[in-house]
């Protein structure tokens, strides 16, 4: 058994309300199930439901174990932390990994500060449960019972690892958060600071790493892609806020011979009757074009590879 739940998929801040039903308003959470293993990617406000669901169920089989990968630090993908309710059982056995920036700060510092009384009412040394953290950079860690999982950095303000997990001749890839690698040279040969050999540079520093994160996720049999903005919203106003297009995300993933693209991180202003009619232009857009399928992260979807 290798399947992928989605249990928040909203970027940046939750939106809860009907106008955001359909597709969900609580952000990055994706529960992943290889075997008897659980795996989490990213703790955001969709992981306390899943936290719910692990009570309802997987408790009766016995205590809750897990692998819990933090693509990156901003608030919206660990916010869902506190209230993850297994934390609070004994018997819980919860690995964290994640990528750390500049900070002076350590993974469980960033993580437990939210579990401090200016924040919450009850502090991380507090926690029934037995949780490791271990601050990772691009690297493949064997998980045992032939999980694998390969990170890769990305682009994005801070540092943000994606995920590649291989089990059973399949694997899951996640791209989020990420924006295209740039040219950060003038390209302009009117601008003062023009530099041919700078911008030839520039060029092809961003190809060769964009090529990195292709290659990362050839092949693919589902991949969850960041696809926050369209090309147009992208390229009028949003370059720099480290995300990508649906554009983007399409076109890479029928280049790296994908076969299932799940659009994710959806804007915090993007109605469910916007995704949907998004979801279907671009369906149709591609139809009869490529084998590449095409969806937008709905929660509660899940898939079995």
Same mark, same amino acid.
């Given at each position: 058994?290798?399947?992928? =739940?989605? *249990?928040?998929?909203?970027?940046?801040?939750?939106?809860?309300?009907?106008?955001?039903?359909? @597709?969900?308003?609580? &952000?990055?959470?994706?529960?992943?199930?290889?075997?008897?293993?659980?795996?989490?990617?990213?703790?955001?406000?969709?992981?306390?439901?899943? +936290?719910?669901?692990?009570?309802?169920? #997987?408790?009766?089989?016995?205590?809750?174990?897990?692998?819990?990968?933090? &693509?990156? &630090?901003? *608030?919206?993908?660990?916010?869902? @932390?506190?209230?993850?309710?297994?934390? %609070?059982?004994?018997? =819980?056995?919860?690995?964290?990994? $994640?990528?750390?920036? %500049?900070?002076? #700060?350590?993974?469980?510092?960033?993580?437990?500060?939210?579990?401090?009384?200016?924040? *919450?009412?009850? /502090?991380?040394? !507090?926690?029934?449960?037995?949780?490791?953290?271990?601050?990772?950079? !691009?690297?493949?860690?064997?998980?045992?019972? +032939?999980? %694998?999982?390969? =990170?890769?950095?990305?682009?994005?303000?801070?540092?943000?690892?994606?995920?590649?997990?291989?089990?059973? +001749?399949?694997?899951?890839?996640?791209?989020?958060?990420?924006?295209?690698?740039?040219?950060?040279?003038?390209?302009?040969?009117?601008?003062?600071?023009?530099?041919?050999?700078?911008? /030839?540079?520039?060029? !092809?520093?961003?190809?060769?790493?964009?090529?990195?994160?292709?290659?990362? %996720?050839?092949?693919?049999?589902?991949?969850?892609? #960041?696809?926050?903005?369209?090309?147009?919203?992208?390229?009028? $106003?949003?370059?720099?806020?480290?995300?990508?297009?649906?554009?983007?995300?399409?076109?890479?993933?029928?280049?790296?011979?994908?076969?299932?693209?799940?659009?994710?991180?959806?804007?915090?202003?993007?109605?469910?009757?916007?995704?949907?009619?998004?979801?279907? @232009?671009?369906?149709?857009?591609?139809?009869?074009?490529?084998?590449?399928?095409?969806?937008?992260?709905?929660?509660?979807?899940?898939?079995?590879?």
């Amino acid at each position: 058994m290798f399947t992928v =739940t989605i *249990w928040g998929d909203r970027g940046s801040m939750p939106t809860p309300g009907p106008d955001t039903a359909l @597709f969900g308003g609580n &952000t990055a959470c994706i529960e992943v199930r290889c075997g008897d293993r659980l795996v989490i990617i990213d703790a955001g406000s969709g992981i306390r439901p899943l +936290g719910e669901k692990l009570m309802r169920e #997987d408790i009766k089989k016995g205590p809750i174990a897990a692998d819990l990968f933090i &693509t990156h &630090t901003h *608030w919206d993908h660990i916010m869902g @932390f506190p209230m993850f309710t297994p934390i %609070y059982v004994p018997g =819980t056995k919860l690995h964290i990994r $994640g990528p750390i920036s %500049y900070e002076d #700060d350590t993974l469980e510092q960033v993580i437990g500060t939210q579990l401090s009384y200016r924040y *919450w009412p009850v /502090r991380q040394d !507090e926690l029934a449960a037995e949780i490791s953290y271990e601050q990772i950079k !691009e690297t493949t860690i064997d998980l045992g019972g +032939g999980v %694998y999982v390969t =990170t890769k950095y990305l682009n994005h303000p801070i540092l943000c690892l994606g995920y590649r997990i291989q089990y059973e +001749g399949k694997s899951f890839v996640t791209v989020y958060d990420n924006e295209p690698f740039r040219n950060v040279f003038p390209t302009d040969p009117a601008d003062p600071s023009y530099d041919e050999a700078a911008a /030839r540079e520039g060029d !092809e520093a961003a190809a060769e790493e964009n090529e990195k994160v292709l290659h990362f %996720y050839e092949g693919a049999d589902l991949v969850v892609h #960041d696809t926050q903005y369209s090309a147009k919203e992208y390229l009028k $106003g949003k370059v720099g806020f480290g995300h990508s297009s649906y554009e983007f995300a399409i076109n890479s993933c029928n280049k790296a011979r994908v076969k299932r693209l799940v659009m994710f991180h959806h804007d915090p202003n993007r109605t469910d009757a916007e995704l949907q009619e998004l979801e279907l @232009f671009y369906q149709a857009k591609i139809r009869g074009k490529t084998s590449l399928e095409i969806e937008m992260a709905r929660e509660g979807r899940s898939f079995s590879l």
